[in-house]
């Protein structure tokens, strides 16, 4: 099995949940199956600043054939 792992942000306004379905459905239609959501913290630039909280979208590669997500 093997996994997939995209960036999705973490910004919620109802076009931003609009893209997120539509990336959702093209990752379906390429051959990988949402499995989860996973929070992480992001270091500032260069390292330094305040760091900063994003999510990524894990998928499972249902296909053995499928083409990279991105």
């Known amino acids: 099995m093997k996994y997939r792992i995209q960036p999705i942000g973490k910004e919620f306004s109802n076009q931003a949940i609009k893209s997120l379905e539509e990336r959702l459905n093209a990752a379906h239609a390429k051959g990988y199956r949402y499995h989860s959501v996973i929070e992480v913290q992001q270091p500032g630039c260069g390292g330094f600043g305040t760091p900063s909280i994003t999510y990524l979208a894990v998928f499972e590669q249902v296909d053995a054939g499928a ?4």
Request: avoid cysteine.
């Open 67 to 70: 083409p990279p997500i991105n």
